[in-house]
């Protein structure tokens, strides 16, 4: 993650969001010389994520500030755990201290907010989806696996999904699709298809995709697929999306289906509380 260009440019954007008239405050009010050491602390139980970033921040304003990291991404701490200490310019550390504390907050956030629900999940794969905060992909997927999730396909291009759109815009609807797909895909790429009913689901193991998703699907729905794929010859990985909740997770589970994925992960992921604060200042 740490040399990624895509996270750079978006540290980049956030630094001159921030500071692209100066931090007016910090230069009124304190010396350009002063010195101080800051920690960043955990206010709430969380998972720490984004630790790393800390430091692309720093070398990306270009600042005079030393990063002492004093936890680990995927470290489940408690509060008033400090988290990193920075040492350097005191307007440097005040200048970063909002832009730090931004990617912290949110990506230690969807880290314990996807740990909470794989503790539930127990037994099944969890997996995100492309429902990201925009230029956020790279960085919101990596901390779904810090708290223990699996990423799905990151792009459009690294992974075939067949959705209800595709099938729908295809004159000879699913089959039609399938075959053009089975036809001319990559050999060595997955491949994906969402059914609605059972009657796509038949028709898709016909094509033998590496995975099904059922999309929508009630319990009973479920049940009744599980019981074809019981009577199927070829029995490919089974994914469940939609309306997938904690209640619902053991359920899934007894059903016998191997994954969920749920956009929820990242969409309702709420940041977690972690600051700043000032400690033996020169």
Same mark, same amino acid.
């Given at each position: ?39 960043? $602390? @955990?206010? /709430? ?6 630790? #790393? %970033?800390?430091?692309?921040?720093? *070398? =990306? ?119 053009? $797909? @089975?036809? /001319? ?6 491949? #994906? %298809?969402?059914?609605?009913?059972? *009657? =796509? ?82």
């Amino acid at each position: 993650m740490k040399g990624a260009p895509l996270v750079r440019k978006l540290v980049a954007l956030a630094l001159e969001e921030d500071l692209a008239l100066g931090d007016v405050t910090s230069e009124l009010s304190v010396s350009r010389d002063h010195q101080s050491i800051a920690r960043i $602390i @955990a206010r /709430q139980p969380l998972v720490v994520c984004g630790i #790393e %970033v800390i430091s692309m921040i720093i *070398e =990306e304003a270009k600042f005079h500030v030393t990063v002492n990291n004093r936890c680990q991404d995927g470290t489940l701490v408690q509060p008033d755990v400090i988290l990193a200490e920075l040492s350097g310019l005191t307007r440097e550390i005040l200048a970063a201290e909002r832009t730090i504390l931004n990617f912290l907050q949110r990506l230690s956030g969807v880290a314990t907010h996807t740990r909470d629900f794989v503790a539930e999940a127990s037994g099944l794969v969890v997996l995100d989806t492309r429902k990201t905060l925009p230029g956020w992909r790279m960085l919101d997927k990596y901390a779904v696996t810090v708290g223990g999730g699996k990423n799905h396909r990151f792009s459009l291009g690294d992974m075939i999904l067949v959705k209800n759109n595709h099938i729908d815009a295809n004159s000879h609807g699913m089959r039609g699709a399938l075959q053009k $797909i @089975a036809d /001319q895909k990559p050999f060595y790429m997955p491949w #994906e %298809v969402e059914v609605r009913n059972t *009657e =796509e689901l038949l028709a898709a193991l016909d094509f033998k995709p590496s995975i099904i998703m059922l999309d929508n699907f009630s319990d009973d729905d479920i049940r009744a697929a599980m019981a074809l794929l019981a009577k199927s010859p070829y029995r490919p990985l089974i994914e469940v999306s939609g309306a997938v909740t904690k209640k619902r997770l053991s359920a899934l589970r007894e059903l016998g289906v191997d994954a969920v994925s749920a956009g929820f992960l990242t969409t309702h992921a709420p940041n977690v509380d972690i600051s700043m604060r000032m400690v033996n200042p020169s």
